[in-house]
């Protein structure tokens, strides 16, 4: 005979051999059952012992059932392990993971009360659901994981773990708060996404899809838009959803984008190239331009600041009073005050770019052409040019030190209150 774990509602039985595994090394989503073939014997902690392939506390001896909650080890049918009827303990966090005869866990996620148990590595873990506001809610079938209500909040590794259903109205996704802190597996009702949405398991990873899902190829991944044109079709990852374009946004139809991509769009909007439609104002606030997210004409508002105007090539755009028009192919870049560069657009129109983004203590140079850089603020009227070593310092028109290197074969001397490299 062999020892198996047995729950209150969920038996060894039902569980699926696929989510059997090693003990050493927990899985990316830490509700599967964690697995592991442990090449050391099992080694249990003090005031245990191994019996079987099982730590039990010292001085417990064959009984029958106890009150010690629902979680305890009896001997199933057809076990290899020779023992008693029944051995009853509870599973206290730390302990290590009960095992079977051949190394695989025998615990898979369970509600104890209200705490969620679990194995994490080869040691038990508990959750108690009730600081985090929650209660356990068992899962009722190997499908429907128990699970925090609200939210499974256990460790995973945000950067391998898949989405997964915990069942049909809820998904399981491994998410972390900030950059490289660990991970929590949380439970997303996938009623938030919209009415009817269900969670479906596709061919590598499951999640939220809208009403209607079927399952498609996974080899032939596809967007187009539905014979009607109210919605787009995708097949992705095995799954083929629809997505009505009234959803998005009102009296809109679907259309083929950027790269034959279906859109959606308002209803009678033309197709567009960003890179040659010119445009048009509407009065000095609106713009009619081509949208480069969906390839279409559409109007849109200038913001504060700004109105719209056409350039001499011909391009309408909201831009600042201060923009000039410009040839793109000779324009010089210049300063429009100490902070920002104007750089000429392929539209015809100065477009501002703000130096101090481009490093600390950067501003706008103005030497010919401008520049964003680091720069020693001087007045020229009073500023002595002068060498630095083999640095040349001037202070030049618009308030700024102007550096340059020299060399020792090529030196920085003072000439007529400039300085310089050489003679």
Do not use: K, Q
Not at 31 to 60: F, I, M, N, Y
Not at 310 to 331: I, K, M, N, Q, W
């Amino acid at each position: 005979m062999r020892r198996v774990a047995w729950f209150e509602a969920l038996s060894w039985s039902d569980l699926s051999s696929s989510s059997r595994g090693a003990l050493c090394v927990p899985t990316s989503v830490v509700l599967a059952w964690l697995s592991s073939g442990c090449p050391s014997e099992l080694s249990c902690g003090p005031g245990t012992h191994v019996e079987g392939s099982v730590c039990v506390p010292d001085g417990v001896v064959d009984a029958g059932p106890s009150d010690a909650g629902p979680v305890t080890l009896v001997d199933a049918p057809g076990a290899d392990v020779p023992g008693a009827d029944a051995h009853a303990m509870r599973l206290e966090e730390g302990d290590p993971c009960p095992t079977d005869g051949a190394g695989f866990t025998t615990l898979s996620p369970t509600c104890d009360g209200d705490d969620l148990l679990y194995c994490s590595g080869a040691f038990v873990r508990r959750t108690d659901c009730t600081v985090l506001g929650d209660r356990c809610v068992p899962g009722g079938s190997p499908d429907a994981l128990p699970r925090c209500d609200g939210g499974v909040y256990v460790a995973c590794d945000v950067a391998t773990s898949i989405g997964r259903c915990a069942d049909e109205g809820n998904t399981l996704r491994c998410a972390s708060g900030y950059p490289n802190a660990p991970g929590f597996t949380y439970t997303i009702p996938c009623a938030t996404f919209g009415d009817g949405y269900s969670c479906m398991m596709g061919a590598t990873e499951g999640g939220c899809v809208p009403p209607g899902t079927v399952a498609c190829d996974p080899a032939m991944p596809s967007s187009a838009c539905s014979a009607d044109g109210s919605s787009i079709v995708r097949c992705s990852d095995g799954l083929e959803y629809t997505i009505p374009c009234e959803s998005r946004l009102a009296g809109s139809v679907c259309d083929l984008g950027p790269g034959t991509e279906p859109v959606c769009v308002p209803r009678g909007a033309m197709r567009c190239e960003s890179r040659t439609f010119h445009g048009s104002c509407v009065g000095d606030g609106i713009v009619e331009r081509c949208d480069p997210v969906t390839a279409h004409v559409a109007l849109a508002s200038c913001g504060a600041g700004t109105r719209c105007r056409v350039s001499d090539l011909g391009f309408a755009a909201c831009v600042p009073d201060e923009s000039r028009p410009c040839d793109p192919d000779t324009a010089v870049a210049r300063c429009f005050d100490a902070e920002r560069l104007a750089l000429c657009d392929a539209r015809g129109w100065e477009a501002s770019h703000d130096c101090t983004l481009s490093a600390p203590g950067a501003r706008c140079i103005p030497s010919t052409p401008a520049r964003c850089g680091v720069a020693e603020v001087c007045d020229v009227a009073t500023y002595t040019a002068h060498c630095d070593g083999e640095m040349a310092l001037n202070c030049r028109e618009g308030g700024w030190v102007e550096v340059t290197s020299c060399s020792p074969f090529v030196p920085c001397r003072v000439t007529g209150g400039v300085a310089g490299c050489g003679g």
